[in-house]
């Protein structure tokens, strides 16, 4: 989810939904500003890698499947819908080394 708000796709209702949680959740506002970073790199390349950019989608994707099945901890509830999941397989060797 934190990538669909990111990328726009998100309606007026779930965009405040995000903006609320990543105001209370650490570890989502730490995702958040990762995939920021990550689209202002690749942003900044003015040529978009689109097997770098599906393998990124397939590390996040592979994230929020990892922290939709963790049992939460203390604090703020995980948000739902953020996991969509991938197979085995990707992670973080699923992520394009810079300037590779």
């Known amino acids: 989810m934190l990538q669909a708000y990111l990328d726009g796709e998100l309606d007026?209702?779930?965009?405040?939904?995000?903006?609320?949680?990543v105001a209370e959740c650490h570890a989502c506002a730490r995702e958040l500003s990762?995939?920021?970073r990550?689209?202002?790199e690749l942003a900044s390349?003015?040529?978009?890698d689109e097997a770098a950019l599906a393998r990124l989608?397939?590390?996040?994707?592979?994230i929020a499947e990892r922290e939709s099945t963790r049992e939460p901890?203390?604090?703020p509830d995980r948000m739902?819908?953020?996991?969509?999941?991938?197979?085995?397989?990707s992670g973080p060797?699923?992520?394009?080394?810079?300037g590779g």
């Open 34 to 36: 990762l995939y920021q």
């Open 73 to 75: 901890g203390p604090g």
């Open 57 to 62: 989608k397939e590390f996040a994707a592979s």
């Open 45 to 48: 390349r003015g040529v978009t």
């Open 12 to 21: 007026a209702p779930d965009t405040g939904r995000v903006r609320a949680h």
């Open 80 to 89: 739902p819908g953020s996991g969509s999941g991938s197979g085995p397989g």
């Open 38 to 40: 990550i689209t202002s």
């Open 93 to 98: 060797s699923a992520v394009p080394k810079p």
